[in-house]
């Protein structure tokens, strides 16, 4: 798994700082290029605007009481995979991202990281 993830520029769009700050840590433990952490949507699409690289991205759901699919929409555009990090059944999820992966929070986050390398 170290060998896939390290090099790789991830974003990552949580807006709970210890869940951002733990996934952090953890990525750059296995040499990943981490982007962000951003707590809200508009940071989050500024970040995906001036990037030069990101590779994947994790984006939690509700940010702030915003939806983040204007975030995922972005990175659609910019061909970047990514997985969503939420507490939400997939039925909440709209249909353009219902085929996206999805880890349920509370998870761990290895098994969020095999999600980002399939």
């Known amino acids: 798994m170290e060998q896939t993830i390290a090099g790789r520029h991830i974003l990552i769009v949580e807006d709970e700082f210890f869940v951002a700050d733990s996934l952090k840590m953890y990525l750059e433990s296995l040499d990943a290029v981490?982007?962000?952490?951003?707590?809200?949507?508009?940071?989050?699409?500024?970040?995906?605007?001036?990037?030069?690289r990101l590779d994947?991205?994790?984006?939690?759901?509700?940010?702030r009481g915003k939806k983040a699919y204007p975030v995922a929409e972005a990175l659609s555009a910019r061909g970047v995979p990514f997985v969503f990090m939420t507490g939400y059944g997939a039925d909440s999820i709209p249909e353009p991202f219902a085929s996206a992966p999805r880890c349920t929070k509370p998870f761990e986050i290895a098994q969020?990281?095999?999600?980002?390398?399939r």
């Open 34 to 52: 981490v982007i962000g952490p951003a707590a809200s949507v508009d940071a989050a699409i500024e970040l995906v605007a001036t990037s030069d």
């Open 56 to 63: 994947w991205a994790v984006l939690d759901i509700n940010l």
């Open 112 to 117: 969020l990281v095999r999600l980002l390398v």
